[in-house]
């Protein structure tokens, strides 16, 4: 028997002070203990966050993903090595503050849907981010409306 156990007879004792009702003791302490757990406060179920800064999988591009209203927005905040020549060559010439992330929305399964910008091609594409764990984030770009998708996986920056 835990000391919890212990100390709930023991209160339960002192309020039902009657032989009778002693005897529903050992069926009244489970039940209550039942109840108790019932009504505790649920743990989240995911406590992950895409929140925070990310680096594609080449670590050239930096990419601040936050709250923007009720939806999820990422913006560049860092670059270096070829994505600069390459999104200068697709015609974006300051890619620090251009938003890569648009419009994201909580999906029922956890993760997010919008739209992606792709610097390189100069295009927006429909897209989901799940996160399988705390360090990264699985950010697909679709066409077809998620019948083709092209994922690369981020990590979280520290």
């Known amino acids: 028997?835990?000391?919890?156990?212990?100390?709930?007879?023991?209160?339960?004792?002192?309020?039902?002070?009657?032989?009778?009702?002693?005897?529903f003791l050992p069926v009244l302490a489970p039940l209550l203990i039942g109840a108790l757990a019932a009504t505790a406060p649920a743990r989240p179920v995911n406590t992950i966050s895409p929140y925070g800064r990310w680096l594609n999988p080449r670590g050239d591009v930096e990419v601040s993903v936050a709250p923007c209203g009720a939806m999820l927005?990422?913006?560049?905040t860092w670059v270096g090595g070829a994505a600069v020549a390459d999104a200068t060559d697709a015609g974006v010439g300051h890619l620090v503050g251009t938003q890569l992330l648009r419009d994201y929305h909580r999906e029922?399964?956890?993760g997010w849907q919008g739209q992606v910008f792709v610097p390189d091609m100069g295009e927006s594409f429909f897209?989901?981010?799940?996160?399988?764990?705390?360090?990264?984030l699985k950010i697909s770009g679709c066409i077809l409306h998620g019948l083709i998708c092209k994922s690369q996986?981020?990590?979280r920056r520290s």
């Not at 028997?1 to 005897?23: D, E, I, K, W």
């Not at 897209?127 to 990264?136: F, G, K, L, T, V």
């Open 108 to 110: 029922e399964d956890g």
């Open 1 to 23: 028997m835990t000391s919890f156990t212990r100390a709930l007879r023991s209160a339960l004792q002192r309020t039902l002070p009657r032989p009778r009702l002693r005897a």
């Open 73 to 76: 927005c990422g913006t560049v």
């Open 127 to 136: 897209s989901r981010i799940r996160q399988p764990d705390p360090a990264h």
């Open 153 to 155: 996986t981020w990590t």
